[in-house]
């Protein structure tokens, strides 16, 4: 059962336009959700988080929104920048337990 | 910010033979430390949370005699990959949360070839 899923494997974006990556959860129990940057062999690294208390959070060009009623968050990259090319990670947690992580989905900023 | 390390980053070994992985925490305290695998462009999957001073906790179908966890202090975490196989082989990962932080630090990790 497959907690939490991006529906997209990959997604193309021209550089300096607007990456918009999606996530959607079935649990209602989780409160916290994360993103997660990750390269070929390499551990992914934290992007950004968003609590369920809130609806946005915002840093710098990472913008994620969470909607709780649709159980949707997604993450936005705005300008996209071919050093933003890699597999992006949504993950889900309750209460600070395990993470949930999705399916990954495969971002390519072409030039 | 937090550094978790992971040794080796790569591994080969003969099938039947076991692998040690090791996580440590750098600059923080882990009671706890979570133990991941990813198979090709799949997610990551949880395996294990391990707790420093007492039994790994396994999720549901991981073997725990296959997969030995050992946190024998607040900075180290093993995982033994015991007697193995080729279908072993796999991208494990181990994490940990520093304290006052919600999000995980992930080690960079151990690509396992079973041959």
């Known amino acids: 059962d497959q907690q939490v899923k991006q529906n997209s494997p990959s997604l193309s974006v021209q550089e300096g336009r607007i990456s918009i990556l999606n996530c959607d959860y079935t649990?209602?129990?989780?409160?916290?959700f994360l993103w997660y940057k990750k390269y070929p062999a390499e551990g992914p690294t934290f992007l950004i988080s968003?609590?369920?208390?809130?609806d946005k959070n915002e840093d710098g060009r990472f913008t994620v929104f969470l909607n709780k009623s649709a159980k949707h968050l997604s993450l936005h990259i705005v300008p996209s920048q071919p050093g933003d090319s890699a597999v992006y990670f949504c993950?889900?947690?309750?209460?600070?337990?395990?993470?949930?992580f999705g399916t990954g989905t495969q971002l390519k900023v072409e030039l | 910010g937090a550094v978790v390390s992971q040794h080796p980053s790569r591994v080969i070994c003969k099938s039947g033979t076991s692998v040690k992985i090791e996580c440590r925490s750098l600059?923080?305290?882990?009671?706890?430390m979570f133990w991941y695998r990813q198979f090709p462009k799949q997610s990551l999957m949880l395996m294990a949370t391990?707790?420093?001073?007492?039994?790994?906790?396994?999720e549901q179908g991981v073997e725990k005699d296959k997969f030995l966890i050992n946190h024998a202090s607040l900075t180290l975490s093993t995982l033994t990959v015991t007697s193995a196989h080729p279908e072993d082989s796999s991208f494990y990962i181990c994490?940990?949360?520093?304290?006052?932080?919600?999000?995980?630090?992930f080690g960079s990790g151990t690509r396992l070839t079973v041959v």
């Open positions: 994490s940990a949360r520093a304290p006052g932080q919600g999000a995980l630090t």
């Open positions: 649990n209602s129990m989780f409160d916290y």
């Open positions: 968003i609590s369920s208390i809130k």
């Open positions: 993950a889900a947690s309750s209460r600070g337990n395990k993470l949930t």
């Open positions: 600059d923080f305290q882990a009671t706890t």
């Open positions: 391990s707790n420093e001073g007492s039994k790994a906790t396994y």
